[in-house]
């Protein structure tokens, strides 16, 4: 990357030319009374000291002009400034070499440098983003999936709470691709075919909490899951509700906002308990939360809650997975397929007064009645946080406790 170094030299000599203190990107916007942008962009250019990380920070022609317009307005040597300008036109020449385009040539240097820039991966995830919203009529606010992990009463089992949710469901227009969530018959309490009266996870009413409960098409019956009415839309979404067909047996969940823009907007969180999913000692199979990114998004929120008595000294992992090649393999031998890893998951410290958030409303209080009800201290709780904003659409995102045993090869 000669030419990339080579600007970068001249970019930093001729900055130490203008006639200010130029100690950040903004003295340097009024010492030349730039554009805020051109400044940011030319002073980051000069002085990343990552070249690889450098080369998509590089200002294109439009404002490297501007630039180097403003420098000889205020005496910059014209020496500097030519050579600033020969060194920009190679770096051009390389790019349109090399990549073809600068768009492309980013991407390039960016995976070189081993990690894509987080602004510039924000902007790529916004992009896209936008375009899978105009393409298929709707937008999410936030997707919720919450999972708390915590012992029965005996202290044998492993009992799970799982929250999942959407806040702000909209339609953009009429025709928008229903939205739909799948779940296996076991992960949320319902009862198909010869099974339809065989004991599975869950029934929340178990644990008297009061749901709109999902009408079922006949061959399906729920089995105490659906809305919390008083943290979801009221009157709350309309759900088609189907089962798939075989081997699969999974439930398909399709919500309908009722009109169009902000008057559509739907918020609703589905609950489900899982006692006794797993004996506290059987390290067969890691904790997992798994989101499959099937609608535009702006911000995914996952939570994993674990209690002291289950886990001690395991950190999660985290992975984003392509859906199209990761679903349905394990852990492990997704890696392949694995999208760079630009985010990671923060511990929010023990108990619910560290899970508030703007994009959930009202969320400590929600697990608060939850938790309650399934007589869980909250203060023996570690909170782990995965947030990131504008998911790939259709990636799997998955938070993990590796459990001894397990080796790594738990499956989606």
Known sequence: MAALSRLQGA?????????ADVRR??????????????????????????????????????RMSSFLAAAARVG????????????????????????????????????????????EYIKVRRQAFRSARAILGLQVRTRLNTHVYFPDASGTYLSALVVRGTVGLRALRPDFIRPEMRYRQNEIGFRTGKDAHAPRF???????????????????????????????????PSVRLSASAPPSEEI?????????????????????L????????????????????????EVLVTDMLVHDDVLRGVTPEIGVFCDSRASGVSWKDAQPYRLPPNDS??????????????????????????????????????????????????????????????????SF
């Open 345 to 410: 998951f923060s511990l929010l410290g023990r108990g619910l007064g560290t899970v508030s958030s703007p994009d959930v409303p009202n969320y400590p209080r929600i697990l608060e009645d939850l938790l309650k009800r399934c007589n869980v201290d909250p203060a023996r709780l570690r909170c782990y946080r995965l947030r990131i904003e504008y998911p790939i659409l259709h990636s799997i995102v998955s938070m993990r406790v590796p459990l001894a045993g397990s080796a790594g090869d738990g």
């Open 76 to 119: 910059i040597r014209g020496e500097l400034i030519d050579e600033a300008r020969s060194a920009f036109s190679e770096f051009e020449t390389l790019v349109t070499e090399q990549a073809g385009d600068r768009s492309s040539f980013n991407s390039m240097v960016q995976n070189f440098a081993g990690e894509l820039i987080a602004s």
């Open 11 to 19: 970019l930093r000599t001729l900055i130490s030319d203008v006639p």
């Open 252 to 272: 398909i969940v399709r919500i309908e906002p009722r009109g169009l823009g902000n008057s559509s907007a739907v918020t609703y969180l589905m609950p489900s």
């Open 25 to 62: 990107a903004a003295d340097l916007e009024r010492a030349l009374v730039l554009d805020r942008m051109v400044a940011w962009s030319v002073y980051r250019t000069a002085f990343e000291p990552d070249p690889m990380a450098a080369g998509a920070l590089v200002p294109g022609p439009g």
């Open 274 to 297: 899982h006692p006794r999913a797993k004996r506290l000692d059987d390290d067969t199979d890691d904790l997992k939360t798994d989101n499959g990114m099937l609608s535009p998004t």
């Open 202 to 236: 869950g029934d929340m009413h178990a644990i008297g909490m009061d749901l709109v409960e999902l009408a079922g098409d006949g061959r399906s019956r729920p089995s105490g899951v659906g809305f919390l009415p008083e943290y979801s839309t009221n009157p709350p």
